[in-house]
């Protein structure tokens, strides 16, 4: 497997990026021994990306107050496994309050959702 990847940011200050970016990949399936389930093949992928970031809490480690956003959105042209482009979207969200000198409340939320009605396969793990 073989990838790409080029992306612009733009800095809103100092705690927030806005990124766009495309990501380019060519996955070669070969037999090397033995027998293979899937027929020998070269695939391309390609995604579009565009990516939003927050940073307000006071600690990357352990925050004891403020926010953080993360928030991705891709447009995948082509994956190997997959008919047609799909859209894939998937965020986070993180809070952290200080309830007391020595005691601090964490949360944290993330999700994400694909409009593909075939199962491609995952570009980049």
Not at 26 to 42: C, K, N, Y
């Amino acid at each position: 497997r073989r990838f790409a990847e080029l992306s612009a940011g733009w800095a809103a200050g100092p705690a927030s990026e806005l990124r766009v970016g495309v990501r380019l990949a060519s996955t070669t399936v070969e037999l090397a021994s033995g027998t293979l389930p899937v027929p020998e093949s070269r695939e391309n992928a390609a995604v579009l990306r565009l990516q939003y970031r927050f940073y307000g809490q006071d600690s990357a480690l352990i925050p004891r107050r403020g926010l953080r956003v993360s928030a991705d959105a891709e447009w995948v042209t082509r994956a190997p496994g997959s008919g047609k482009a799909y859209a894939v979207w998937d965020g986070e969200l993180g809070w952290a309050k200080t309830l007391a000198p020595k005691l601090s409340l964490i949360t944290g939320l993330a999700g994400g959702v694909t409009a593909a009605r075939a199962g491609g396969q995952t570009l980049f793990t």
